[in-house]
Every structure is written in C-alpha cells, then in structure tokens.
C-alpha cells in the first residue's frame, strides 16, 4: 500500500442535529476531485448516504468524462464514533455523498476531515 500523507485537516463540531441538506461533492467544484478524502466522527451516530451521479440523470462526469456504470447505485452506512470513511480517486467525480437530517439525534458530533491535494 502507498504512503498517504494528509495535507489539510477541518475539524467541525455540529451540536444540534445539523446535517449537510443535499448531496455534495467535497471540493469538485475547485476541480480537486481526485484528492483523497478520509472523514472520522466522534460522538452521535449519524446516517452518511451515498448516491451514484447516475440517479441524477447524469451521464458525464465534472470533467465531461462518461460515467461509470456500478451495479449498486446507493449506500448507506451508520458513522459510529470513531468511524473512518476514505474516499479515494474519483469518488468525488462519479458520487455525491450526505449526512441526512434526523429529528431524533440530540447528541453532538465532531467531524475531523483529511484531505490530500494532487496535481490537476
């Protein structure tokens, strides 16, 4: 495995049950869409979702490259404390990604981001 070495880090704290409304892509818009991304909770579980670009209607990439065709189009996973989620390559290219709001959680969550960036 190739060494990875982070070159930015956000730490976030949402205290009430703050949620990123829509799915996003984290920095696809500034074209660092094949960075490396590893994300770690701390505190409440919370639902993260993932959708292909493909249940958008879409069928080129930010970069107008075609869209992958995966078998399974939507993920959905419990971020416990001390969850990693790493998203390499293009994830940022072909997913989009959320933290859906839910009425029921009213503990805290730190979220600690790593990113890497690459060469366009």
Same mark, same amino acid.
């Given at each position: 495995m190739e060494e990875l070495n982070f070159e930015h880090t956000a730490i976030s704290? $949402?205290?009430k049950p703050v949620h990123l409304p829509r799915l996003q892509s984290?920095?696809?818009e500034e074209? #660092?869409?094949k960075d490396v991304i590893a994300s770690m909770t #701390? !505190?409440?579980t919370r639902r993260f979702l993932l959708h292909h670009l493909s249940c958008f209607g879409k069928v080129l990439t930010r970069k107008k490259k075609p869209l992958t065709n995966p078998s399974k189009k939507k993920y959905e996973f419990s971020l416990t404390n !001390?969850? #990693?989620i790493v998203m390499l390559d293009d994830t940022q290219? $072909?997913?989009k990604h959320s933290v859906p709001k839910e009425?029921?959680?009213k503990s805290p969550r730190i979220n600690l981001t790593f990113r890497t960036i690459q060469d366009k």
């Open positions: 704290m $949402y205290g984290w920095f696809a074209g #660092l869409a #701390l !505190g409440a !001390g969850s #990693l290219q $072909y997913w009425k029921n959680v």
